[in-house]
């Protein structure tokens, strides 16, 4: 018979049933941790959303300024305008640069002991809100003159930027000294004042010498000049092509300006006054300005000096913030701050109350007469009659 096979060790062994390990029942403090932590994430989502919407409201319907409101305004970038689509201008810009102002002003105040910038008047509060109105002006600006000047192909590396920046921080030796007066004066660090108006600056220096090159800024002129010269060879009257062509005020008097001596003589128009006959016509004199073109009207000597007096035809090259300001009526500007209105075709932001948009034009025709009386213009023509 054959041999009985041996039983295997598995056979002999009955296999036990392996019970699953029961899961431990968690501690009911564990469970009251997991619910505070859930109760607190959501009561902290509902503050920040609340605070949001409140600074929102601030921003956008009541203007509000304040240390919560700057606060949360400095890390959300709410926008307060924009340029096109994407090219935003933050509220934290547009309140810093307003601060700063501000500030600069109120020191100003401070050391003139002078009552224009008393911002806690009823009129302060409204030189206040035009002091704030022309900072968004001038940043929607700024952005303008950017996305131009890099259209244009004209980049500013972080380098030339802070190298330009130091260089004005430390004319005249005195770095430490404009530093402290930045920070003073304005409330503004280096970094400040190289993000805020170094950069700026470069881009219109940049962007005003591509554009004079490439003859953008005096095209214009130069034709308006060509058609002046055929009408002088053709006998035209001087008179009346002054008051046709001319850019100055002086054009309302056929171009006649005040007599004058080689003491007080222009610079640009003394070699040709003096040296002219009475009658002749100059050919045009290019300065910074534009073309000048002048006719020798009389020589006389009085006390004992030589003068003259000569009709003149000045012909303005081109500026550059006039060049931008035909740039900007193409972009879509949107303004979210409830006190503005844009004017596409001013190119320029103003007030939905038009009682401070007439204190404005009141405030720049009385800041411009003031200059007028400062100044010694070129021309002297305030004091024509």
């Known amino acids: 018979m054959p041999e009985k096979e041996k039983p295997s060790l598995a056979e002999v062994i009955p296999k036990r049933k392996i019970k699953p390990k029961k899961s431990k029942p968690k501690a009911p403090q564990e469970d009251k941790t997991l619910l505070h932590l859930l109760r607190f994430l959501i009561v902290t989502v509902i503050i920040v959303v609340f605070a949001l919407l409140i600074v929102i409201?601030?921003?956008y319907a009541e203007g509000w300024q304040n240390y919560f409101v700057d606060s949360v305004n400095r890390a959300v970038p709410f926008p307060a305008a924009s340029v096109?689509?994407?090219n935003w201008i933050t509220i934290g810009d547009y309140n810093k640069n307003t601060k700063a102002m501000r500030q600069f002003l109120e020191s100003k105040e401070a050391?003139?002991?002078g009552g224009n910038f008393d911002f806690s008047t009823p009129d302060g509060l409204k030189r206040l809100a035009i002091i704030k109105k022309n900072v968004l002006n001038q940043l929607i600006d700024a952005k303008i003159t950017e996305i131009v000047a890099k259209r244009e192909g004209i980049t500013i590396s972080d380098r030339e930027l802070a190298d330009t920046s130091g260089k004005i921080l430390a004319r005249d030796g005195k770095q430490a000294e404009n530093v402290n007066q930045l920070a003073s004066l304005y409330g503004w660090t280096p970094e400040?004042?190289?993000d805020r108006v170094v950069k700026n600056l470069l881009y219109q220096q940049k962007l005003?010498?591509?554009?004079?090159a490439d003859g953008e800024l005096d095209r214009p002129a130069k034709q308006k000049l060509a058609q002046l010269e055929e009408k002088i060879k053709a006998g035209g009257n001087f008179s009346d092509l002054a008051k046709a062509y001319s850019d100055v005020p002086s054009k309302q008097y056929g171009g006649l300006l005040p007599a004058f001596s080689r003491d007080n003589a222009p610079q640009v128009l003394a070699e040709a006054a003096f040296r002219l006959a009475v009658g002749q016509i100059s050919d045009p004199i290019e300065d910074s300005d534009g073309w000048?073109?002048?006719k020798v009207e009389n020589k006389f000597t009085a006390g004992g000096k030589e003068n003259v007096q000569v009709s003149h035809i000045l012909i303005e090259k081109k500026t550059l913030k006039q060049w931008l300001a035909e740039q900007k009526q193409a972009f879509k500007v949107t303004v979210f701050l409830k006190p503005y209105r844009w004017m596409a075709e001013m190119g320029k932001l103003y007030f939905k109350d038009?009682?401070?948009n007439q204190l404005d034009d009141y405030l720049n025709r009385k800041y411009v007469n003031e200059k007028n009386q400062e100044t010694d213009f070129l021309m002297n023509t305030s004091n024509t009659k």
């Open 208 to 212: 005003e010498d591509k554009i004079r």
């Open 111 to 113: 050391a003139s002991g």
């Open 292 to 294: 000048h073109v002048i």
């Open 192 to 194: 400040d004042f190289q």
């Open 84 to 86: 096109g689509w994407g």
């Open 354 to 356: 038009d009682s401070l």
């Open 57 to 59: 409201w601030g921003n």
